[in-house]
T-cell receptor, first 115, second 113 residues
């Protein structure tokens, strides 16, 4: 099974500032998918951004962008212009592109936004 | 679309009782996933279905857990008998095709006393 590691249990950011969340993963596959999910206090899991491993270009969704380093097996999430509504737990997830379609999640990073 | 619907949102039961969690996937989705979230183990996949057929149940912790999907619009996860260590948040998710986004339900918080 693939291992996804989020080494930062908690991160704090000032409103309007930028925060970067780290994620590394372990795989022997060359093609796969990576995701960042947001879980606010409501518990709802919301997809923030996804990246296909075969695409070299980093994915971007509004204020959210990733830095995908395939050789280093690193997939960090950058939240720009942080807003109070960004406060949540963020999970990095991995999914194979062949055969095994389950999501493997990291332990999560809790993001606090200071007003 | 109403999204993935789960019921109940909260369940409190006593050890030894049977618990049934329910899920209605998004209409038209052909994959359904059951996940469990705990502080100790994080989010882990229990089982998933494709076109109502269980594909991988290797994450089901033990025989006390069972899951069914009698039709495309309904799935259940049953725990019998329940134990305090089963206390967790259980999520259902669905997707259209295996390569597309998994949409999660709001989860069921289960507490077994």
């Amino acid at each position: 099974a693939q291992t996804v590691t989020q080494s930062q249990p908690e991160m704090s950011v000032q409103e309007a500032e930028t925060v970067t969340l780290s994620c590394t993963y372990d795989t022997s596959e060359s093609d796969y998918y990576l995701f960042w999910y947001k879980q606010p206090p409501s518990r709802q899991m919301i997809l923030v951004i996804r990246q296909e491993a075969y695409k070299q270009q980093n994915a971007t969704e509004n204020r959210f962008s990733v830095n995908f380093q395939k050789a280093a097996k690193s997939f960090s999430l950058k939240i720009s212009d942080s807003q109070l509504g960004d406060a949540a737990m963020y999970f990095c997830a991995y999914r194979s592109s062949m055969g095994d379609y389950k999501l493997s999640f990291g332990a999560g990073t809790t993001v606090t936004v200071r007003a | 679309d109403a999204g993935v619907i789960q019921s109940p949102r909260h369940e409190v039961t006593e050890m030894g009782q049977e618990v049934t969690l329910r899920c209605k996937p998004i209409s038209g989705h052909d994959y359904l996933f059951w996940y469990r979230q705990t502080m100790m183990r994080g989010l882990e996949l229990l089982i998933y279905f494709n076109n109502n057929v269980p594909i991988d149940d290797s994450g089901m912790p033990e025989d006390r857990f069972s899951a069914k999907m009698p039709n495309a619009s309904f799935s259940t996860l049953k725990i019998q008998p329940s134990e305090p260590r089963d206390s967790a948040v259980y999520f259902c998710a669905s997707s259209f095709g295996v390569y597309n986004e998994q949409f999660f339900g709001p989860g069921t918080r289960l507490t077994v006393l």
